[in-house]
C-alpha cells in the first residue's frame, strides 16, 4: 500500500471517475455528519494562515494498468460517504453562484470549470461522464443532482435531503470561504 497526502480537490481534478463497487453500503450520511464535515471545511476556508486541515483517508485501488489511452478509474474502498458529500456540496455551489450570478468564486474557478473539473469527465458519456459513480440504489440520485435533472422514483433520500441541506447553508455563509476550505 502507497499512502500520500493531496488536496480533496486536487484528488477529485487527478482521477477521472472513482467508482463505488457493488459490495459497498449505500450513501447514509446524515445531516448531523454533512454539518460536521461543513463546518470543518468552513473552518478551513477561514484560516488565513493557510493551514490545512484532515477530513479523512480516501482508500482506493487502481482499476487496471495505465497507460496514455486509457480511462484513468479508480475503486473506492474506504472515503465513499465523503466524496459523495463533497460531491454534493460542489454542485450546491455551483447551482447557489448560477442563482445569485457569481462569475468567479475565490477569484478562480468559474462555475462551468468547477463543474468540469469536479462533477464530470466534459467529453465522455454515459457513467463514464460522472466522476463518482455510486452502487445502483444512490447512482441515478446523484447523476440527477449532478445534471440538474429531476430525480428518480425511488430516489435516495439522503441524496436530495444533503443536497437540500448544502443549498441552505450556502445562504447562510461565505461561499468563498466554503470554497477555500
Request: proline share 1%; charged share 30%; aromatic share 12%.
Amino acid at each position: 500500500m502507497k499512502a500520500s497526502e493531496t488536496s480533496l480537490l486536487n484528488l477529485f481534478s487527478s482521477i477521472k471517475q472513482f467508482t463505488i463497487p457493488i459490495y459497498q453500503r449505500r450513501y447514509d450520511w446524515s445531516k448531523q455528519e454533512c454539518k460536521e464535515l461543513f463546518d470543518t471545511i468552513l473552518k478551513a476556508g477561514k484560516d488565513n494562515e493557510g493551514k490545512e486541515c484532515f477530513i479523512g483517508s480516501i482508500v482506493y485501488v487502481k482499476d487496471g494498468v495505465y497507460q496514455a489511452t486509457a480511462f484513468n478509474n479508480v475503486l473506492i474502498i474506504d472515503g465513499q460517504q465523503r466524496l459523495t458529500t463533497i460531491t454534493l456540496l460542489l454542485k450546491a455551489i455551483t447551482n447557489y453562484m448560477e442563482e445569485n450570478n457569481i462569475k468567479k468564486i475565490a477569484n478562480e474557478m468559474t462555475s462551468n470549470e468547477i463543474i468540469n473539473e469536479y462533477l464530470i469527465n466534459e467529453h465522455k458519456e454515459g457513467e463514464r461522464n460522472y466522476k463518482l459513480v455510486l452502487t445502483k440504489s444512490d447512482k441515478e440520485s446523484l447523476f440527477s443532482v449532478i445534471k440538474s435533472r429531476e430525480y428518480p422514483q425511488d430516489y435516495s433520500e439522503n441524496i436530495k435531503e444533503n443536497y437540500d441541506f448544502f443549498s441552505d447553508l450556502l445562504k447562510e455563509n461565505d461561499i468563498n470561504e466554503i470554497f477555500n476550505g
